[in-house]
């Protein structure tokens, strides 16, 4: 087997998906109506690489996706001509911006949800212009290199991180990380944003006469948590009404309902977006 061979059986071991063990309470059906674009989808991915991110960051959410839309919400044309060669889709295909080690930064559709554990976070307050400033940065900086062009990177999720303490893991990872390790557990995502000078997790210090100024952090790195953590990104929450996918043990509700009244209204209003949009 020579080296080439060696990288990508190394490449596909470090992302064969495993079973899961605990049940999904994401509802692929009702959440994929909800999204909007430049939301960022965070996912609790069970691979052997997802988990050494996990164990980095002190997170469940290993992955960060946004969201772009269709392509009709793409305004530049020559983009949206790029984002049609890069993969092959119809007009109403939702499509999501990924970044990993195998394929680098990337087109994917919102199928990849399905079965997978997920949080939708929103940003707060973008006008239709910074919107269309993030997608168009995302876009552009797809990658058409092959996965072995990410070597280096993979070589350094091969280190036993959960042997090192909490601390010394995220300051060896800030140390040893390039680029493209960066831009995959969260980066590309979050430099979309900064492009715009849409703060993250911003550090805010007080200045003199009791006014504050934000500052970036250096160097720069995103994790999927930090779109989680952020004040400044929106949970986008909707009821799970459904089935279990995994077998759990469930006790009936004899309580008081409380938030459970409004349940049955947010479904009907999830069944109407799902009759429009068919």
């Not at 044309?77 to 990924?98: F, G, I, P, Y």
Request: proline fraction near 4%; hydrophobic fraction near 40%; aromatic fraction near 10%.
């Amino acid at each position: 087997m020579d080296s080439q061979d060696t990288r990508s059986h190394i490449i596909r071991w470090l992302y064969t998906p495993k079973a899961s063990i605990t049940a999904s309470w994401c509802d692929f059906n009702q959440a994929r109506h909800l999204l909007e674009p430049t939301d960022v989808v965070l996912i609790d991915a069970n691979t052997l690489a997802d988990r050494k991110i996990k164990a980095i960051s002190g997170s469940r959410w290993s992955q960060a996706y946004l969201y772009i839309g269709r392509l009709h919400d793409i305004r530049n044309s020559s983009l949206r001509a790029a984002v049609n060669e890069h993969l092959n889709c119809q007009s109403d295909t939702q499509l999501m911006l990924k970044v990993d080690l195998v394929k680098g930064i990337h087109i994917t559709t919102i199928s990849e949800l399905r079965q997978q554990t997920f949080r939708i976070c929103r940003p707060r307050g973008l006008s239709e212009e910074d919107k269309q400033s993030v997608i168009n940065y995302a876009i552009s900086r797809m990658s058409p290199q092959a996965k072995h062009a990410w070597w280096p990177a993979v070589r350094l999720m091969l280190v036993p991180w959960r042997l090192l303490s909490a601390k010394w893991r995220l300051r060896m990872f800030r140390y040893l990380s390039g680029r493209r390790l960066r831009r995959a557990v969260g980066g590309t995502v979050g430099d979309a944003f900064s492009f715009i000078q849409f703060p993250i997790l911003p550090l805010v210090k007080g200045e003199e006469e009791s006014t504050s100024k934000l500052y970036r952090q250096y160097p720069f790195i995103f994790f999927a948590a930090d779109f989680d953590l952020s004040p400044y990104f929106d949970v986008v929450k909707y009821p799970f009404i459904g089935d279990v996918q995994k077998r759990v043990r469930l006790q009936a509700w004899d309580g008081h309902l409380g938030s459970l009244e409004g349940q049955e209204l947010v479904h009907e209003k999830v069944d109407s977006k799902v009759t429009a949009f068919k």
